[in-house]
């Protein structure tokens, strides 16, 4: 087997891991914020509401403590996709470059990525700022992949080795396209209409995106 790609970018969320990292850190505050912060998630990830009009007004509602940014990682694990780890092994042993770029928090991930052998140098998502009261409310500075055009943008600035795959299930991912050589839409976790549409190829499982990233 060999590689299509020099490059291939993962999405987290909903890709690598069957979870949606904030929507989960939402659960911890109870059934009605866990409700609104899914219906914001699902909205910005179906292209409706671009996703900066929903980050903060998540954050801010949900407050996350640095103690529940650890159980977070630890969640990411535990709905780690079938047969991600083994595709991410296979392609970095066939000298294919791996990259995770994730509109979710840093903290969270960068245990996860670890695992899964992605050095931190090659994961991009969002950080955030503590407050005085400890709590994790506000993005730190200007953080790009907290916006609808942050994951083009930073595909863009990387300058990959081509040919770049991008593998993802939501309008961000989609939102890469142009700026990349292939976009696959990752939907066995969620499948929407509009990522499908404009994807060169849709996976349905690990399975299926190994057949489209190897010949
Ligand atoms: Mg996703």
């Given at each position: 087997m060999l590689p299509r790609f020099k490059t291939v970018v993962f999405d987290v969320d909903s890709t690598l891991a069957a979870i949606e990292g904030i929507d989960w850190l939402a659960t911890l505050r109870g059934p009605e914020i866990a409700q609104q912060s899914e219906e914001l998630t699902a909205r910005a990830m179906a292209g409706e509401l671009p996703i900066?009009?929903?980050?903060?007004?998540?954050?801010?509602?949900?407050?996350?403590?640095?103690?529940?940014?650890?159980?977070?990682?630890?969640?990411?694990?535990?709905?780690?996709?079938?047969?991600?780890?083994?595709?991410?092994a296979e392609l970095q042993q066939a000298h294919v470059q791996v990259h995770l770029l994730s509109g979710g928090l840093r903290p969270g991930i960068i245990p996860?990525?670890?695992?899964?052998?992605v050095p931190v140098d090659r994961?991009?998502?969002?950080?955030?700022?503590?407050?005085?009261?400890?709590?994790?409310?506000?993005?730190?500075?200007?953080?790009?992949?907290?916006?609808?055009?942050?994951?083009?943008?930073?595909?863009?600035?990387?300058?990959?080795?081509r040919p770049v795959a991008m593998v993802g299930d939501g309008s961000?991912?989609?939102?890469?396209?142009?700026?990349?050589?292939?976009?696959?839409?990752?939907?066995?976790?969620?499948?929407?209409?509009?990522?499908?549409?404009?994807?060169?190829?849709?996976?349905?499982d690990f399975e299926a995106l190994r057949a489209l990233l190897f010949v």
């Amino acid at each position: 087997m060999l590689p299509r790609f020099k490059t291939v970018v993962f999405d987290v969320d909903s890709t690598l891991a069957a979870i949606e990292g904030i929507d989960w850190l939402a659960t911890l505050r109870g059934p009605e914020i866990a409700q609104q912060s899914e219906e914001l998630t699902a909205r910005a990830m179906a292209g409706e509401l671009p996703i900066e009009a929903v980050y903060t007004t998540r954050l801010e509602r949900i407050r996350p403590t640095a103690q529940e940014l650890l159980l977070l990682a630890d969640a990411y694990q535990e709905a780690v996709e079938p047969g991600a780890r083994e595709l991410i092994a296979e392609l970095q042993q066939a000298h294919v470059q791996v990259h995770l770029l994730s509109g979710g928090l840093r903290p969270g991930i960068i245990p996860f990525a670890l695992q899964l052998g992605v050095p931190v140098d090659r994961v991009h998502a969002v950080s955030l700022a503590q407050d005085e009261d400890g709590t994790f409310s506000r993005l730190d500075g200007d953080q790009p992949l907290a916006t609808q055009q942050g994951k083009p943008l930073t595909v863009q600035r990387l300058q990959l080795r081509r040919p770049v795959a991008m593998v993802g299930d939501g309008s961000t991912d989609a939102a890469v396209r142009g700026v990349v050589d292939n976009f696959y839409a990752y939907t066995r976790v969620a499948r929407r209409e509009k990522v499908v549409a404009v994807a060169d190829a849709e996976a349905a499982d690990f399975e299926a995106l190994r057949a489209l990233l190897f010949v």
